[in-house]
């Protein structure tokens, strides 16, 4: 993977984050559908191009190109979106004096857990003339939190929402429930939280 996910982070939580929260958080399409967002997926919530999928350079870029996949090209589809957005997280926090320095150390559930709003959300952008956030730019206290390992914060933040295309903004639930078993509700229980 050229943008160092499979270097950054043990295999060991990498796959589990993929085999059990993100397959089963996306759902497997052999076919194209459209998201609740309103934008065309495949597979385990593809978007875009087919990258080395069938190694060829065939100049597709829309799903809708697409027939149908195997679970297999799914999940080489998964895992270079993964990697394309794992580089893209680099860069962004890289590039924001803010965050600058502290991703290399973050332990893998949080590097996992950035990752993971990127590769649902996006980075995101801030737009000049709105000032509307998208992406995970909409969420700089609970990056902030991430990068601190200030978990009491990020439960208070981590929570993702959704415009579907009449513009209503829903609440992601079984996603927003899963972020919290899987990444915050582990950190919490290690500083002394019960339920």
Known sequence: ????????????ALLDYVGNYVKPNEGFSPTAYYGPSGVKHIGYGHTGGFGNLWNVDDGLSDVEDLFGITESQATVLLLEDLDKNYGELKRFLANNALYHGKFQKLGDKSKLMLLDYTFNLG?????PNTGKKTGLVAYPKLTKAILNNDW???????KRNYSTPQGKVKELKKRNNDTFEYFIWPELQNLGYTR
């Open 1 to 12: 993977m050229k943008n160092g996910l499979d270097k950054e982070i043990s295999s060991k």
């Open 123 to 127: 980075i995101g952008r801030e737009d």
């Open 152 to 158: 009491v914060e990020v439960s208070k933040e981590y």
